[in-house]
């Protein structure tokens, strides 16, 4: 790296970027695609955070890298710091702080400040780009994304407006940007693209979203820690990391290799030859055959045996079959429903006669049939969700998973809904960790005790973020969605495409489960099911009929899978 000093700025080039450094403001030119806002927030319970004095930067080179070190005066702090981190093919910007407080909100590349020009407000980094790629499905579909339009990698949401864009969670917390619009759904303009990942381990994962806020050609970045990180000394954020790319799957591989670099991430475990058989699971079956009932009514036993009886009959034996959504009498400490299970363990013993495996769906979070001290309560007192940081939870899950895995015999979980995180700055739990950290101490506990019962356990989950690797075994690709922006429908198979290239360069040592639902015709299931095995492990949700449009499945097209599996 050659660096150039005058007066004004420092002008570095990396080669793979050229950067200059304000020494007036706090401000960086990265050439050709922002003007890196160096002001930086970090707001507490106690208050916001705001800047009102900056001086000049500092710069420290050593060996491969310069740092740029911007001291801030602060209204929440003692001393504020934000730093800039350059090397021949990274730049990363942090904010570290001094003093005592519990962190709200965070605010990178942008925050509060009364500048020295007396100019006041919210400053942010001005953008250069066109569009922004997202790497966590959304409703709508919009892959890439004008750069004017927000995102969120959270692990919060569900189906409700403004929060359908947690089918990851998390997903990999990079962004990446282009000069091109884009152009449909989940189309991806070609290069040159600048990944943008955050760098962080699963100790400092607490907070729970990470928020891009676009405002009038500018942006900042948002992370949410909701009041739950306590600061009594010295605390530095995450690292946002800026790399050239050549793609946005490229960004995805960077960020993964970066955290790889620092520790941060975690590789797949073991892999056992019997995971990679194709699934059947009864949720879509349930869902086509639900008529003025709730398809969780039907996860019964006499339904999946005459399910699998016409699946073997037209030459499809699935490997695994996943009993879905309602197979247990309580979400929170389950055991199977004895009017609709009334032998599970001996069929599943069955099962395992005639070759195949067993998962039972698991839906995180959820506090029915918990006490209350084992869970995360809210002002009331009220039950919210299970509290991985208590022991005693700990200690109930190892006892499900003795009873699952080795009392019924059950070969592993399909683990749903961790997107229903406990959110809110209220809330009380038994330990200190909070947001991402909390959701992996959640599948660490699972996954852990699964294993201790039942060693090959398949764990799947729909977590690809790479430091996630440690506590799953396959990732699920999750439910279909339906419409771009304009509301026009959006194929399932390109859908699939997108998903499996962001898990693969995520995560890709971990098996891909292909999911299948929901699915809005006949010829979309069918072209997605033809997809499914070269893009990872075939799961098949429809015996009947699809549920969506209630078009009959024909012996011709279950030939048809039953080929697609064999091929």
């Not at 960086?28 to 927030?41: C, F």
């Not at 801030?72 to 702090?77: A, E, I, M, V």
């Not at 869970?375 to 509290?387: I, L, N, Y």
């Amino acid at each position: 790296m050659r660096i150039t000093t005058t007066d004004q700025a420092y002008y570095l080039d990396a080669g793979s970027y050229r950067l200059t450094v304000s020494r007036t403001d706090p401000s960086a030119e990265l050439e050709g695609w922002m003007t890196l806002s160096l002001i930086a927030s970090v707001d507490t319970a106690g208050g916001r955070d705001e800047t009102y004095e900056t001086l000049p930067p500092v710069l420290a080179e050593r060996e491969g890298e310069a740092i740029f070190d911007f001291p801030q005066r602060s209204t929440g702090w003692e001393a504020k710091t934000v730093r800039l981190t350059c090397t021949p093919e990274t730049i990363a910007v942090e904010v570290r702080v001094e003093g005592r407080g519990l962190i709200g909100d965070v605010t990178l590349l942008g925050g509060r400040a009364v500048l020295n020009t007396r100019a006041a407000g919210t400053f942010r980094t001005g953008l250069h780009a066109r569009g922004v790629f997202n790497p966590t499905p959304t409703h709508p579909v919009q892959v890439v994304r004008p750069v004017s339009v927000p995102l969120a990698l959270t692990v919060i949401g569900d189906a409700s407006p403004g929060r359908l864009h947690a089918v990851f969670s998390p997903p990999p917390l990079v962004l990446a940007f282009c000069k091109e619009e884009p152009d449909g759904a989940t189309a991806v303009p070609g290069g040159p693209w600048l990944g943008a990942s955050v760098r962080a381990g699963i100790a400092d994962l607490t907070f729970t979203e990470l928020a891009y806020e676009p405002l009038d050609g500018g942006a900042l970045l948002r992370l949410d820690y909701e009041c739950h990180t306590s600061v009594n000394g010295t605390w530095r954020s995450p690292a946002v990391v800026f790399r050239a790319a050549a793609s946005p799957w490229e960004a995805i591989s960077h960020h993964r290799e970066d955290l790889l670099a620092h520790g941060l991430a975690a590789s797949a475990g073991a892999r056992h030859e019997w995971w990679s058989r194709p699934i059947f699971c009864g949720w879509g079956a349930q869902c086509a055959r639900a008529d003025g009932v709730s398809p969780t009514e039907l996860a019964r036993q006499e339904l999946y045996d005459g399910w699998l009886s016409r699946l073997e009959e037209h030459g499809i034996v699935p490997g695994t079959i996943v009993i879905d959504d309602r197979w247990q009498l309580a979400y929170g400490d389950p055991a199977p429903d004895p009017a609709k299970w009334p032998g599970l363990g001996e069929w599943i013993a069955a099962r395992h006669a005639r070759g195949q495996r067993v998962l039972l769906w698991w839906r995180a979070w959820a506090p029915d049939g918990l006490p209350a001290e084992e869970c995360v309560t809210d002002a009331g007192g009220r039950p919210v969700a299970a509290d991985p940081s208590n022991p005693a939870y700990r200690r109930r899950i190892r006892t499900i998973m003795e009873r699952l895995l080795g009392d019924l015999g059950a070969d592993g979980l399909k683990i749903d809904f961790t997107q229903w995180f406990p959110s809110g700055s209220h809330l009380k739990s038994y330990g200190t960790t909070w947001g991402l950290s909390l959701l992996h101490e959640l599948l660490r506990t699972m996954y852990e005790a699964a294993k201790s019962v039942k060693p090959d356990a398949l764990m799947v989950t729909h977590t690809p973020h790479p430091a996630f690797g440690d506590v799953s075994d396959m990732i699920r690709l999750n439910d279909v969605l339906e419409f771009d922006p304009h509301g026009d429908p959006v194929p399932a198979v390109d859908q699939l495409r997108f998903r499996h290239a962001v898990a693969t360069r995520a995560m890709p040592g971990h098996l891909i489960d292909t999911d299948q639902w929901p699915m809005p015709s006949r010829a979309d299931w069918l072209a997605y099911a033809e997809a499914q095995p070269a893009l990872g492990v075939p799961a098949l949700y429809y015996v009947e009929s699809i549920d969506n449009s209630g078009e009959p499945i024909t012996s011709e097209d279950l030939r048809l899978v039953a080929n697609w599996w064999r091929s």
